[in-house]
């Protein structure tokens, strides 16, 4: 299936969310903010970079600017709880397959990567 980098800082969300992923036969790879997240996609090529846009050191906005730069044909989903965050990431749609609002429930987020790992 896909490797998958999860750039979350929340440990719990992290790992619930790269736990479903692996259920659906992915590799899931974990990063705890955009810094340490842009570090592992020089390292590894991933097929889609999973991130929440508010995290410390790099957010995800930044690092999804960084990452669209660095790595072209790289999918990026990009995941909020904040109505203002999501309106932030407006500039970056035609970079990002879509944002995903949190909370969201095991299926939702399933669902949200299988759409954007199957898009062009």
């Not at 090529?45 to 790099?58: A, G, K, N, Q, T």
């Not at 930044?62 to 990009?78: W, Y």
């Not at 904040?82 to 970056?92: G, H």
Request: glycine share 4%; net charge negative.
């Amino acid at each position: 299936m896909a490797r998958i980098l999860i750039t979350e800082d929340e440990d719990s969300l992290r790992s619930f969310v790269a736990r479903a992923l692996r259920l659906d036969g992915h590799e899931t790879h974990e990063a705890a903010d955009g810094a340490e997240g842009l570090e592992l996609l020089a390292t590894t090529d991933f097929d889609l970079l999973l991130s929440d846009i508010r995290m410390p050191v790099m957010d995800g906005i930044e690092l999804a600017h960084r990452a669209h730069s660095s790595f072209p044909g790289l999918k990026i989903l990009l995941m909020t709880g904040y109505a203002e965050q999501r309106e932030r990431a407006e500039d970056l749609m035609e970079k990002v397959i879509d944002v995903v609002a949190k909370p969201f429930a095991l299926p939702d987020i399933r669902r949200a990567v299988a759409v954007a790992l199957a898009s062009c």
